[in-house]
């Protein structure tokens, strides 16, 4: 598997950065390893969720922006991030942030654009399920969503 940097460069224009290809990907390719290194129990700007309560520092991935018509995913089951779609030699790459994230540390006013765009990034916990489903969802946040059902379904049976 390549290595990040040999793959993908850092733009960085006006103090913002952003994670660019250097090569064309077909669509289901791998692109690069996600980092695991640096595990971690909490989260910050420069991790990823990766299970309930682990979270890894992805160095350079961290350049990758949020869009809610991404061209990547990252699947964290075999740490790898993935073509979502074909992607262009020089194209910015964009995953969906709360694929990966159940509650953000630090939301933020969305600005893709999309016509699909969420508005407000703060993490799948925040999402109607209606809009999860169009995304590639990562197995803990699927079990998340399972738990909140669940626990919703408990709560309105308690309520009678």
């Not at 980092?35 to 160095?59: C, F, L, M, W």
Request: aromatic fraction near 8%; include cysteine.
């Amino acid at each position: 598997m390549t290595t990040i940097m040999e793959s993908l460069s850092i733009k960085t224009e006006n103090k913002f950065r952003t994670l660019v290809s250097k090569r064309a990907y077909k669509k289901g390719e791998v692109i690069c390893a996600i980092p695991s290194e640096d595990i971690r129990e909490k989260p910050n700007r420069y991790t990823v969720q990766i299970a309930h309560d682990k979270h890894t520092h992805v160095g350079k991935l961290a350049a990758l922006n949020h869009s809610c018509d991404p061209n990547v995913f990252l699947d964290t089951q075999h740490m790898e991030m993935v073509a979502a779609r074909e992607i262009e030699k020089g194209d910015e790459l964009f995953f969906f942030y709360p694929s990966t994230e159940w509650e953000m540390d630090a939301p933020f006013i969305c600005l893709c654009g999309s016509a699909n765009c969420i508005n407000v990034v703060a993490g799948a916990r925040f999402l109607p399920l209606s809009t999860l489903e169009r995304h590639y969802l990562n197995s803990h946040i699927r079990d998340y969503m399972v738990e909140l059902v669940k626990n919703t379904k408990n709560n309105l049976i308690k309520i009678k």
